[in-house]
């Protein structure tokens, strides 16, 4: 299989004097992702349409001084934790652990600093980008110095592969996603909402008012969470069921059903059918974050040109579930020394 060529070019300094470097990996096909080391952001990611032409299909800003003034994790690596910790706590071995709480009294998506706000370290590797990032013990709230390894890379079947490890000298938790927002019609296109999604999950994790999963696994059937088959998003996010308005749409752990712990499996696809564009999400990992961009509120001016608007997006976060280290029925995600964390996702682009 050919491999992906990489470009590296400057991409500025923060405001703090570090340099960041923009990586561009192109496949045979014209499929280009561009990578920052400022928080591993994938700034820019074109695929053709069923004609061949090029659009960008995520959302991001223009500028590094733009990224650094605040956004809502747009691409970025997420971590140490994803998604929310309840009342920013959680106990480990007895211990209790107090988290830096950064969404009401959660802490979301590592903290006040996540891996999405560090510079990581760049190694070029075949076909793709390897980045490093050491987060030392206390970082965030969180124990144990982790040592985490993201590569992204690309091959001809217009795969974007995600591939994270970790390792750590204290017992941990560890949960890595990656967030980008995805409209496949293009980047600034108005809105998600046309796109039909697949979500392969008989059941979903419910949330109470603060977006903390309640511990149940409900099922899907017969609610607006039932994805099993492909359906226009905008049926769901338009619904007046309980669930979807503690989220002002759907921003929902979905449980991916599979049959062992580890295998790659097909967790979601996503289909805009203007363009042609489809996306497929395969993951090793047990759930997935669907949001609809419900909480852009057109106050964030994107690389569009344009203001980012409600549903402007929506994010397909592979994880482990929200608030895992307090609840004692979802898989684990403590991480102790000797074991190394591994967690793999593809995006698949096509067009039809
Ligand atoms: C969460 C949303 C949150 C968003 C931040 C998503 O992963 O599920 O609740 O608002 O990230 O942009």
Not at 9 to 23: C, F, I, L, P, R
Not at 54 to 70: K, M
Not at 187 to 203: F, K, Q, T, V, Y
């Amino acid at each position: 299989m050919k491999e992906a060529t990489i470009n590296k070019q400057s991409y500025g300094k923060t405001a703090n004097g570090v340099a960041v470097d923009e990586y561009t990996l192109t496949n045979a096909n014209q499929v280009e992702v561009k990578i920052i080391t400022y928080g591993g952001i994938i700034t820019s990611l074109s695929v053709p349409d069923r004609k061949g032409q090029l659009a960008n299909v995520v959302l991001g800003r223009s500028t590094l001084a733009d990224y650094e003034a605040g956004h809502p994790y747009l691409g970025a690596i997420i971590g140490r934790f994803g998604n929310r910790i309840g009342k920013a706590r959680f106990k480990l071995n007895g211990q209790e652990y107090t988290l830096a709480a950064n969404d009401g009294p959660n802490s979301l998506h590592g903290g006040r600093k996540g891996f999405d706000k560090q510079v990581w370290t760049a190694k070029e590797v075949p076909g793709g980008l390897e980045l490093s990032y050491l987060s030392r013990d206390g970082e965030e709230g969180y124990p144990g110095n982790l040592a985490t390894r993201v590569v992204y890379s690309l091959n001809d079947q217009n795969e974007l592969r995600i591939d994270y490890t970790a390792t750590t000298d204290r017992p941990t938790v560890v949960n890595l996603t990656n967030h980008s927002y995805f409209n496949l019609a293009g980047n600034g296109a108005p809105s998600i909402e046309n796109h039909l999604i697949m979500i392969n999950a008989d059941r979903y994790t419910p949330v109470d008012q603060n977006l903390i999963p309640t511990g149940e696994l409900a099922s899907v059937a017969g609610t607006p969470f039932d994805f099993r088959l492909p359906r226009q998003i905008a049926a769901g996010i338009r619904s007046g069921h309980p669930q979807v308005v503690l989220g002002r749409g759907i921003d929902h752990n979905f449980v991916i059903n599979r049959t062992d712990n580890t295998s790659l499996v097909l967790a979601a696809s996503l289909y805009e059918p203007n363009s042609g564009r489809a996306m497929d999400v395969l993951t090793t990992e047990p759930g997935i974050q669907f949001y609809t961009g419900n909480f852009l509120d057109g106050t964030l001016l994107g690389s569009s040109g344009g203001l980012y608007r409600q549903g402007d997006g929506l994010c397909l976060e592979t994880q482990h579930f929200p608030d895992s280290p307090n609840q004692p029925g979802f898989p684990t995600t403590v991480l102790n020394p000797g074991e190394t964390y591994r967690s793999t996702t593809v995006f698949k682009f096509s067009a039809r």
